[in-house]
């Protein structure tokens, strides 16, 4: 019989919904647990919650407003920084907002959800990690498990005390590995497993999937060869021959983000793109995730230029999370490249897709652009409304499948498989 875990994330934002997403296999029940909207959680941990969630989307929506809302969202931000790596020190004391959360939790705050689940004391992994803190503090018998979802985190990821804490984390970066030491989190309960990326666009460990898609991939990417010409070897080594031909447009996905910020970058993208979407030559995807109203925006706005969403202009919307995840992950096998914020979803250049780098919100996104660059798995998005002369330039040069072959061959891609030898032992 498999080994099953109590699965925890938060649905706020699609950060830690993805991730845990990934790992739904190990789920108990097949369901994953959202900490601050589960079935009968009390209403006074839902209130803590809900304050917490709302003040964070109103200010990232705020933050489109020149001045007063940068000032709003910096101040946020403060508090929540991750503090410069160099040099090497001891950062093991708690910052403000660890103190504001513990002082909830020791109110009781997840005490309910904590004490549920003590009842089936089955492993947890949580994908935030304020659950792993109050399983923690709330004496929770089985092992706790917390997935890291950022390139760097903020001291509010380790513990008020780390060197006396059972809480064993899964870093998806080495930067990871020695920022939770400098936190004072032990390193025995530090694990490099990678990002948990879904499997279903990778296969099996002989990443069959990913290497198909790939293939037709740097046909678009590289039109005129000059990567293929300098790189042919080694492309073969790892694909083997590519087709003659890709089996679809140049295809970009525009990524929205769980409050809706940057919608209007993908408007703006499809605007100075109509032509060549008209036309076929290009396939613009704007993920719209589960907020209708941003799927609304989209179709109103292109509708106004009287132009029918079509299959060379799609907009990608689910119902619920899961649907949307399941969407998202089969219109990204045949996405030549990815468009977004520097969130979460800079782990997926492990799946061969470069990253166009929109611009970040929130210091955590910062230093995930760093690594994305230093990774050479993307690039700066250059000013949309001129689109039309950069991506040309940037396609000819065969940049964009060059950090697609990075990705593909420096990316740790096995996060899932990794997690799963670590909590089930298979």
């Known amino acids: 019989m498999e080994k099953k875990v109590w699965l925890i994330s938060v649905n706020m934002g699609y950060g830690h919904q993805r991730t845990a997403f990934a790992l739904r296999d190990l789920a108990f029940g097949g369901k994953n647990i959202n900490a601050n909207d589960y079935e009968g959680i009390p209403e006074n941990d839902r209130n803590v919650w809900e304050f917490t969630r709302k003040s964070y989307e109103a200010i990232s929506d705020f933050k489109r407003f020149p001045l007063l809302g940068n000032a709003f969202f ?7 920084r991750i503090l410069s790596f160099y040099p090497k020190r001891d950062l093991s004391k708690p910052n403000t907002q660890l103190k504001q959360i513990f002082s909830q939790i020791k109110k009781g705050w997840g005490r309910h959800l904590i004490e549920r689940l ?13 659950p792993a803190f109050m399983a923690e503090y709330f004496d929770y018998p089985g092992e706790i498990f917390c997935v ?3 390139a760097d985190v903020s001291r509010t990821w380790a513990s008020l ?4 804490s059972k809480i064993k984390y899964f870093a998806p970066t080495e930067r990871v590995v020695e920022r939770l030491k400098l936190y004072g989190v032990k390193p025995e309960n530090i694990f490099f497993t990678g990002y948990p990326l879904p499997l279903e666009n990778i296969g099996s460990r002989d990443m069959e999937i990913l290497k198909e ?30 087709p003659e031909e890709s089996d679809h447009p140049l295809t970009i996905m525009f990524s929205v983000g769980g409050a809706g910020a940057q919608k209007e970058i993908g408007l703006k993208i499809f605007k100075k793109l109509s032509e060549k979407i008209k036309n076929g030559k290009i396939k613009l995807i704007l993920s719209a995730g589960i907020r ?5 925006y989209f179709e109103s706005e292109i509708s106004k230029g009287m132009f029918p969403v079509n299959s060379n202009a ?57 690594w994305l660059l230093k990774s050479g798995l993307g690039e700066l998005q250059e000013n949309p409304n001129y689109i039309n002369q950069w991506m040309p330039d940037w396609l000819d040069n065969g940049y964009l499948a060059e950090c697609a072959m990075e ?18 032992g298979y």
């Open 292 to 296: 209708k109203r941003v799927k609304d």
């Open 407 to 424: 990705g593909f061959i420096e990316g740790e891609k096995f996060g899932v498989e990794n997690i799963k030898k670590i909590v089930c």
């Open 314 to 370: 799609e907009i990608l919307f689910g119902e619920n999370i899961k649907e949307y995840f399941q969407k998202f992950n089969l219109a990204l096998r045949k996405t030549d490249i990815l468009w977004t914020k520097p969130s979460e979803l800079s782990f997926y250049a492990a799946l061969a897709l470069p990253i166009i780098i929109a611009p970040t919100i929130g210091s955590q996104e910062e230093f995930n652009m760093r």
């Open 148 to 150: 890291v979802c950022d």
């Open 74 to 80: 910096s101040l946020m931000d403060y508090f929540q």
């Open 118 to 130: 003590k009842e089936n004391p089955l492993p947890i992994i949580s994908t935030f990690f304020t």
């Open 213 to 242: 898609d790939l293939k037709f991939r740097l046909l678009n990417l590289d039109p005129k060869k000059r990567y293929f010409n300098k790189y042919k070897t080694l492309i073969e080594e790892n694909l083997g021959k590519l």
């Open 161 to 164: 005390n780390p060197k006396e």
